[in-house]
């Protein structure tokens, strides 16, 4: 344990450290919610309509953003060979890194989601649900990708292969988070669809280090 959590402390210093490094994908996260009008055009009715469907697709794109380094640059320079040979398991370090990379960068995104739900003629009183929601949902979405990212440590072209494991995973979690912002939206029971985006999320954390660590393994050996 004590070497996940010097794992831990390393990476979220490293990922604050470079200065922005939830940079671009906030930037990409706000940028695909603002082009929404231009879409479907500036009608109230019809933008808070796709409003939850956009969120949540562009947050769970955004998240797929940070996914091709969390493990490709540790592999490349050696780290992921000397974390593997000092006795640290490769599970705890998957966990370890996983979540320091969505503190690092999913929380930024849950904080702007708000700021879009509004854009999108969403119910400024339910901003405190949207930003929860998203902070749930982006961490099923940041542990889910860390199965595709360590797939992809490696290879070359990664964020394609990234893509096609993650994207499939990703579907319960946007149509539960979706949901709840749709309830929310309608004056509607929301808790159901929050507790099942929460599911979603702890069975992301408890399975992905696993997953992520057998592929970690290989992509050593």
């Not at 940028?31 to 009715?45: E, H, K, L, W």
């Not at 940041?142 to 494991?165: E, H, K, N, P, Q």
Request: hydrophobic share 55%; proline share 5%; charged share 10%.
């Amino acid at each position: 344990m004590s070497g996940s959590f010097a794992v831990f402390a390393r990476e979220l210093k490293l990922a604050w450290s470079g200065g922005g490094g939830a940079a671009l994908p906030v930037g990409f996260f706000a940028a695909a919610a603002s082009m929404t009008p231009f879409a479907v055009g500036s009608d109230t009715i019809a933008l808070q309509t796709a409003g939850p469907g956009v969120i949540w697709i562009a947050l769970a794109l955004s998240s797929l953003l940070p996914m091709e380094r969390l493990f490709q640059a540790d592999l490349e320079d050696g780290t992921l060979d000397a974390y593997a040979s000092s006795g640290v398991g490769m599970e705890g370090i998957a966990l370890a890194k996983t979540l320091a990379h969505w503190i690092a960068t999913g929380i930024p995104l849950a904080l702007v989601s708000p700021i879009l739900w509004i854009m999108l003629q969403g119910a400024p009183e339910a901003s405190g649900l949207v930003a929860g929601a998203a902070l749930v949902g982006s961490l099923a979405f940041f542990f889910f990708g860390s199965i595709g990212a360590a797939l992809a440590a490696g290879m070359r072209r990664g964020g394609l292969l990234i893509a096609l494991v993650t994207l499939p995973l990703y579907v319960p979690t946007m149509i539960f988070g979706a949901a709840t912002l749709d309830a929310a939206a309608s004056g509607g029971d929301w808790l159901g669809p929050l507790m099942l985006t929460g599911s979603a999320a702890l069975f992301g954390i408890a399975t992905s280090p696993f997953g992520a660590a057998m592929a970690l393994r290989t992509a050593i050996d």
